[in-house]
């Protein structure tokens, strides 16, 4: 066997090349989520799969030989928190962000991270206002891969108008980005499903009581109620009315499980029908899998937010490794050009809006038990 012999000047070489790649040191990806505040339960959701991502990719040998690592930051769901949070990741150079949670901090750190050239990617923020400020020619760096709150809608009001699920629906939302964007969503399609919005109130994030919107809605007996709440708003009002004794019918983006389980098997949420993204029972190999995996670590099944901080990891750490760069304008080109495979073993493009999210998942509730209706492609 002949053995090569290297010269000092070859030794030094190698040994210089190690070194430089020990220095380049962990792919540092931020997230901007509400640690704190009404969404806080959420987030703690949403890291569940975010940081069950980054385990899988790390135990894979991580990303172009470098270790991924987070960056967490608290948005309190504020779009001022947001753009605070959103420039202290632009000055600690992260490769990407997956953030914001909230509607309102996500359109509020958009430009921020695009004048940077870092992109954004959410599964969770849902308004409108996102697909249409992203994409070629508009922001370029802002990414969904879940559907808009108009896409949910669209969905619901074409399930709705088939069935004829129901005639009157009043409207309940927070006065946010997320819920004033999801009721003129609903309200756009709910004349074309033959339903008619008899009432719309907004409350403030936070509310302690909801007795007077309540009171009302029970004197006018809707045949539904479209809330558009996150986090503790929605438990609260929820509970609020079960104790006063409301037993109307929930639609819009009501979440069907959860921690509104006991409501549901306590009868107060029966005959209900949601619009969502991602429902632990599909039936398919990806998600059988994640959800053995969040079950071991955490004794719950995944929620929506779980899977969107999962797959919106997965999305950037296949974009970078396409891209063999952590350039953000080259791992911004790799995630438009990506064809992913979802949790749920869907296969989506992003759109000339930057926009994956084709499927919305609608949600029943039937003999106090939670039931897929329908998983709906969207366009």
């Not at 558009?228 to 104790?243: P, T, Y």
């Not at 991602?278 to 079950?295: G, H």
């Not at 999305?315 to 396409?322: C, D, G, P, R, S």
């Not at 953000?328 to 992003?350: H, P, Q, R, S």
């Amino acid at each position: 066997m002949r053995v090569k012999l290297l010269t000092a000047a070859a030794i030094a070489s190698l040994w210089g090349a190690g070194s430089a790649l020990a220095q380049q040191g962990p792919i540092v990806i931020g997230v901007s989520t509400p640690k704190t505040g009404v969404a806080a339960v959420a987030s703690e959701w949403e890291m569940w799969g975010v940081n069950l991502a980054v385990e899988e990719i790390n135990a894979s040998g991580g990303l172009l030989g470098r270790k991924v690592e987070l960056m967490v930051l608290d948005n309190k769901c504020n779009p001022s928190e947001a753009v605070n949070v959103a420039n202290k990741l632009v000055e600690a150079k992260v490769v990407a962000v997956e953030g914001a949670h909230c509607s309102s901090a996500h359109l509020a750190s958009m430009k921020i991270l695009a004048d940077a050239k870092i992109p954004i990617i959410t599964g969770i923020a849902s308004n409108p206002q996102i697909t249409a400020l992203a994409g070629p020619g508009r922001n370029e760096y802002s990414f969904r891969i879940s559907p808009s709150d108009q896409a949910m809608m669209d969905a619901l009001g074409i399930y709705l108008g088939d069935k004829k699920t129901f005639k009157t629906v009043a409207i309940v939302g927070e006065d946010t980005d997320f819920g004033r964007g999801g009721a003129d969503a609903f309200k756009a399609v709910a004349g074309k499903a033959g339903v008619n919005v008899v009432s719309t109130d907004f409350h403030p994030q936070n509310a302690p009581d909801f007795t007077s919107i309540l009171t009302r809605l029970q004197q006018r007996r809707p045949d539904a109620i479209a809330t558009f709440q996150v986090g503790g708003d929605s438990i609260n009002f929820l509970r609020q009315a079960m104790q006063l004794g409301v037993r109307i019918p929930y639609t819009g983006r009501i979440e069907l499980g959860g921690r509104n389980q006991p409501i549901i098997e306590a009868g107060g949420m029966e005959n209900s029908i949601s619009a969502w993204t991602y429902n632990s029972t599909i039936d398919a190999p990806s998600n059988k899998a994640f959800v053995e995996k969040i079950k071991a670590k955490h004794n719950s099944e995944p929620y929506l937010q779980t899977w969107g901080g999962y797959d919106a990891i997965r999305v950037l750490a296949q974009a970078i490794k396409n891209a063999g760069t952590t350039d953000g304008e080259k791992v911004k080109d790799a995630i438009k050009a990506l064809k992913f495979t979802n949790v749920m073993g869907k296969e989506v493009t992003f759109d000339d809006h930057n926009s994956a999210g084709r499927f919305v998942v609608l949600q029943t509730v039937k003999n106090k038990k939670v039931g897929v209706a329908d998983i709906v492609e969207v366009k």
